[in-house]
């Protein structure tokens, strides 16, 4: 019929023909018929092709995230070019199963404190006499004898409190694995020193919970949330096959940083505590530091670790320890 756009069609007799007036009925050309979205015009307004109509709306969507994946990759190379030259912070990847495992792992040691009656605790405090000294016999867990070795009393015991099982970990490591340089420190060979030096022992306590503190190795899940930014971070943290291995959102480019480290360096932790160590020497002797400014001391290196950390994490290629010990001037 003319005029209704062809919404409708003459219906024919049984014989194929089309009937006269009386016999002609009409009838929707689609049952029922579809009207046109807020894409198009309404029902009968215009001739195009219904499937093209019917198509609009996925064409634009499909245009639109096209043009968010370009702007998304664009912008993702700037904040790539910037980082790499020290002017914001790289874009942080989703954490891998391997660093969640690696930093769950530290995050539950960093929680356990020392116990002098465990037997395996008071095993390992033995293990750093025998390195430490391996041509001497302990007298006994209580000595003065401890206090060559840099402990402030004579029970170490009593100075784990800021480090926990941890930091007496920390210490083990480091003398086995670098024996050299844990030899040279606790001895004080480097440099002129003073008249009253830091206790090398407790010092180590101090280093682990700076690290621990600095590398967000808590897991204060109690914290508010403060962003959307930081919500997404978390559950990328938290995401695996595994949910154990969850960690706590990263919320600093030094703890970001580090987290990179252990994709590749399962000794990460322990080799940075080494290079925190030996920049906390240099910076002493630096000062011509005496005991009653360790404070100042301490405070000086977390400054330049962390420094140090956030160069090397906001590198495009990601970073190592060697790269944050040459940041620090260390060989």
Known sequence: ????????????????????????????LLEPPVARTSYGATDGDGDGDGDDDASAPSTSAAKKRTTSSILSAIAAWFQNLFASIGLCSRRRKPLTKTQRERLRALIDRAAIPYDATNVAHAESLRDLWKVAFPMRDLPGMKCEEWKEMGWQGVDPATDFRAGGLLSLQNLVWFAKKQNKVFKRLMRKTDGARSDWEYPFAACGVNVTHALVELLQLRDDTKKTKTSSSSNAEEEEDAAGDDASSSVPKRTTAAAAAFAELLATDPDAFENVYVTFFETLDAEWLSQGATYMEFNVVMKATTKKVKAALEKVGSRRDGGSVARVRQKLGLQ
């Open 1 to 28: 019929m003319p005029g209704d756009g062809g919404a409708l069609r003459n219906r024919r007799t049984p014989d194929g023909s089309a009937g006269s007036d009386a016999e002609t009925l009409t009838e929707p």
